[in-house]
């Protein structure tokens, strides 16, 4: 069994993650989604919040165990400026080893450095 829901980060904006130039290239760099020796039991990630996204493309998000692929998901945003609300995404993954550190990397169907905004649902056990 499961902890109730917690978020990532907590009381904060969520965290800007940039695709790369190219059509479908991620982003070159990692970007720290939740830092080591932040979440202090094993977890698992549930969904990842879409919280703001530069431009309507379609993007693919990546998420990393520090620097090993934990899953991906992909999301496509038709009309940016009429939505009423941006998606959460479900995500599924292994339970992961307390302090672990989640990094993220996206890319766009167009490209041109997109970016995208996350924050993460999970549970500890």
């Excluded at 800007?16 to 094993?42: H, K, R």
């Excluded at 693919?60 to 400026?81: H, K, N, P, S």
Aim: proline share 4%; glycine share 8%; net charge negative.
């Amino acid at each position: 069994m499961h902890s109730a829901s917690n978020c990532y980060p907590t009381l904060a904006n969520g965290v800007q993650v940039q695709g790369a130039a190219g059509g479908w290239a991620l982003g070159a760099g990692f970007t720290e989604i939740v830092p080591v020796n932040t979440i202090t039991a094993e977890f698992d990630i549930h969904y990842i919040v879409v919280e703001a996204a530069s431009v309507a493309d379609v993007y693919e998000i990546v998420l990393y165990a520090a620097t090993t692929e934990i899953g991906r998901v992909r999301v496509a945003f038709i009309d940016i400026a009429n939505s009423q609300s941006l998606p959460s995404v479900p995500f599924q993954c292994d339970v992961l080893p307390k302090n672990t550190q989640i990094q993220a990397k996206c890319a766009s169907k167009a490209g041109g450095s997109k970016t995208i905004d996350i924050s993460l649902h999970y549970h500890t056990y």
